[in-house]
């Protein structure tokens, strides 16, 4: 018992270790981010606009439905894996930033703006979450799911607020696919291209998804 908790703590504090589990925790982020955005696409279908009811309450009302205890067991456990996440990421940030000679800080080394901004779209997407969470998971009735959806994007304001911060989950989700495939992927400089192209696709297919729905509203498509 004692070995395997000594092996655990050597691969915590090892880099490669904490590089694993950055790359562990931001895959977990990522199915998440899939799995909602499944479920988000459910606004889609049915007629809310004529009298009906969207399929997203029936989503939303099937979601809650399930143990109060296994709700929040999913929620807490997105929590941990969220801070792990975060907090690795910042350790393996300042050690990157205290191994680099100054030649490479006075920023010679080629970085795409996704990478450098990671920090910076990072505490952007908290700032989201914190808004979307009070807007639509505390002050939200997921047999209303709809409606609620409906007041917050027919503000034109509250539409571009989201579409911004769905921009910056762009240019963060594209740079941290990259690094997930490069982590567990071959690490050879010819597939190295493919990650680039793989990673765009995906923030593109995903953000342009979660658009769409703002989008939908302003435009009339949704009403
Ligand atoms: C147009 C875009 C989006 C729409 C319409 C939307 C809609 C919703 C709704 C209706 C809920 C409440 C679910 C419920 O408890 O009944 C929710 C919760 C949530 N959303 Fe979103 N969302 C959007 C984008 C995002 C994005 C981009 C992220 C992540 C960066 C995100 C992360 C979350 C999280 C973490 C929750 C809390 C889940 C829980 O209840 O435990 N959402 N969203």
């Not at 539409?159 to 941290?176: D, E, K, P, Q």
């Amino acid at each position: 018992m004692n070995d395997i908790i000594t092996t655990a703590c050597k691969f915590v504090t090892s880099s490669i270790g904490r590089k694993i589990l950055v790359a562990l925790t931001g895959s977990c982020l990522l199915l998440f981010l899939v799995g909602h955005l499944a479920g988000n696409m459910t606004i889609y279908g049915g007629c809310a606009g004529c009298g009906g009811t969207s399929w997203i309450d029936y989503y939303a009302t099937g979601l809650h439905s399930m143990p109060a205890w296994l709700l929040w067991a999913i929620r807490l456990g997105l929590l941990a894996v969220a801070l792990i996440h975060i907090v690795l990421t910042l350790v393996l940030k300042y050690e990157n930033y205290n191994a680099r000679t100054h030649y490479q800080k006075e920023g010679t080394l080629k970085a795409t703006l996704s990478s450098r901004t990671m920090v910076l779209t990072g505490i952007m997407i908290l700032c989201f979450l914190a808004f979307h969470l009070w807007q639509l998971t505390f002050n939200g009735d997921p047999a209303n799911c709809y409606d609620h959806i409906k007041a917050a994007f027919t503000n034109p304001w509250c539409s571009a607020f989201y579409i911004v911060a769905i921009c910056c989950l762009f240019m963060h989700v594209r740079h941290g696919v990259q690094s997930v495939l490069q982590t567990f992927g071959l690490a050879t400089r010819k597939v190295r291209p493919l990650y680039n192209i793989l990673a765009v696709l995906f923030g593109i297919v995903v953000c342009g998804a979660f658009i769409s729905i703002p989008v939908a509203f302003l435009t009339g498509l949704l009403h």
